[in-house]
C-alpha cells in the first residue's frame, strides 16, 4: 500500500494550479525509510533547505521534519518522497503575493534493484544527453529534470544500470540518479558541481567519512581521460548505496579495495 | 469564473503521481480566446506536436484540438492554457510502459495590461539571470521554467513590464515571457533559438509575415551591441500582440514605424 499526504493530510490528488506542475517551481528528497526511520534524514533536510534558500522558498522546517517522521512510521519501509511546491499560483512566472509552500508526501515500496549491481558492480551507459550548465540551480535537486527523463530514455536494456552523464563541454558530472566517484592512487575525485548536477546527499555523506578516514578527497573539473585512469570507479545515491562501475563502453575497472571498505560503511548507514 | 478540465471532463485537482508535477515532464502553450475562438491555434498545435516529438511524447492532436475548441466556446473570453504532461510516473525517470498522456485545461480572465506598454512601449529589466544553452530543449514551451520564475523574481517594480534575458555567453535571447525582435536598416532580427529560448507563436507569425511584406527578416546571433545599433526595438507574445520597447537601461529607442506597422497587423490578427 503506498501513503500520500498533502500539507500534512491525507491526499492522493493535487491543484491544478500548483507551480509545481506549471513550471517545475520546487524541490525534491527521496529518502530512505527503514523500519519507520528516514535515513540520512539530517543531511535530506540540509540540501532542501540549502535549495529552499536559493530559490527563495520559505520553508518551515519544525514542520516538515516533524512530518516526514511521522509519515516514516506510518509507511514503516520504502522511499519517501518529499515534494515542496512554491504553491498556487496564478497567470505568470511572479509568484502569488502570500502564496504558501505547499508540501507532498509520498511513499513507494523499496526499489528491487539486482544484488549483482553491488556485488559485482554495473555498466553505465554512455549518454548522448548533455547537462546544460547553470550555475543558479547546479547542485539542487529541483524540480526541473527533463535533462534526465531525456537521458534515461536513451537505454532500454537491463544491462545498463545507470547512464554517465557530461556537461555540453563533455566533462563528467554525474550519472542519472546518481553521483560518481573516480578513485586514483589513493585520492577520492568527484566531480565538481558549482556549473549543474545534483549534489547528493550520501556524496556529502561520502566526502565527511573519507575525511574522518584521513583518505585525501577532491571535487573538481573530471573529464573522460579521467576516468579512463582512474583505478576504481563507482556511483552512490541515498537509496541503493555504492555500486561499484565495472565499464562504461571499452572501459574496464575492477571492483576495488576502496570501492568495498567505502561501500560497506555505506550499508551500515542504510540498514537499520 | 474559471473552468479547469483533466482528460475532457471538469477537475481542479490532479494525481500528485503525475510526472508533470515530478520532473516538468510535458508541455504547455497558452492561448488567447476571444468570442469563443482560439487565436493562432495552428500555430499553437505546431508548436506542440513539434515539442512532442522531441519529448517523445504521444499525443492524440485531433482529440486536443476538440477539446481545446470546445473548452474555447465555454471559457468564450480570455486565456487558456493546455498543459500536457506523460501521465503519471512510478519511481524514477523512465518512463511508465503504457502510460497515457494527459491533457489538462485551465482558463484565466484577459491579463490586464497597462495599454501604455503597447502605445508609448515598455522598459526592459536587464535579468542578471543567464539561460543555460541546452539545444535538446531549446524552442520548446516545455514545464522546466525555473529559469523564467528566477529571471522574474529579480524586479517588483512596475516600472519594468518585461526582462531582457540572455544566454550563459552574454548573447541576448529573449524576454521572460516574450520574444524579442531588432529593426536595424529595415531589416527584422530575432535572436536564433537552436540552443535555448522559447520559439513563441506570435514570433513565427511575425517571421510569416515578414516574409509576405518582402520584408528582410534573420534569426541570427545578437549581442548588446546589436540592442545598442537598432533603430527599434519589441517585444512579442501570442496574447498581448507587441510592445514596442523604449529603454533597457541606458539604451533608449522611439516607437518606430516598422514597430507600428506589425503591430496594427498583429492587432488585426488577435482581435475578432
Redesign the interface.
Known amino acids: 500500500m503506498t501513503l500520500?499526504w498533502?500539507d500534512g493530510a491525507p491526499?492522493?490528488?493535487?491543484?491544478?494550479?500548483?507551480?509545481?506542475?506549471?513550471?517545475?517551481?520546487g524541490l525534491?528528497e527521496?529518502i530512505l525509510v527503514k523500519a519507520g526511520v528516514p535515513l540520512l534524514f539530517e543531511r535530506h533536510l540540509q540540501r532542501l533547505a540549502l535549495g529552499a534558500k536559493r530559490?527563495?522558498l520559505v520553508l518551515d522546517l519544525p514542520l516538515i521534519e516533524s512530518e516526514c517522521r511521522t509519515f516514516a512510521v506510518q509507511m514503516s519501509e520504502g522511499?519517501m518522497?518529499l515534494?515542496v511546491?512554491?504553491g498556487d499560483g496564478?497567470?505568470?512566472?511572479?509568484?502569488t503575493p502570500g502564496a504558501q509552500v505547499r508540501r507532498?508526501l509520498?511513499s513507494?515500496p523499496l526499489?528491487a534493484y539486482p544484488p549483482a549491481n553491488a556485488e559485482q558492480g554495473i555498466r553505465l551507459f554512455p549518454c548522448r544527453?548533455?547537462l546544460?550548465?547553470?550555475p543558479?540551480?547546479a547542485g539542487l535537486k529541483?524540480?526541473?529534470?527533463?535533462?534526465?527523463?531525456?537521458?534515461?530514455?536513451e537505454w532500454h536494456d537491463t544491462e545498463h544500470a545507470e547512464g554517465l552523464m557530461r556537461d555540453?563541454t563533455g566533462r563528467i558530472v554525474e550519472a542519472?540518479?546518481s553521483n560518481l566517484f573516480l578513485i586514483k592512487g589513493g585520492v577520492l575525485l568527484t566531480p565538481d558541481l558549482t556549473r549543474?548536477g545534483v549534489a547528493g546527499v550520501m556524496r556529502a555523506e561520502l566526502l565527511t567519512l573519507a575525511e574522518q578516514m584521513n583518505m585525501p578527497v577532491r571535487a573538481m573539473d573530471l573529464h573522460m581521460s579521467d576516468l579512463q585512469r582512474a583505478d576504481e570507479v563507482f556511483v552512490c545515491n541515498s537509496v541503493y548505496g555504492i555500486w561499484p562501475v565495472r565499464a562504461v563502453e571499452q572501459l574496464n575497472w575492477p571492483v576495488g579495495p576502496v570501492t568495498r571498505k567505502l561501500q560497506n560503511l555505506v550499508r551500515g548507514l542504510l540498514d537499520i
Open positions: 500520500s498533502i491526499a492522493d490528488s493535487l491543484s491544478i494550479k500548483d507551480r509545481g506542475l506549471a513550471y517545475g517551481d525534491f527521496t530559490l527563495a522511499a518522497k515534494i511546491t512554491r496564478l497567470r505568470g512566472y511572479a509568484p507532498i509520498q513507494s526499489p544527453t548533455r546544460a550548465e547553470q543558479l540551480l529541483h524540480l526541473n529534470r527533463l535533462e534526465q527523463v531525456i537521458a534515461r530514455s555540453t542519472v540518479y549543474c
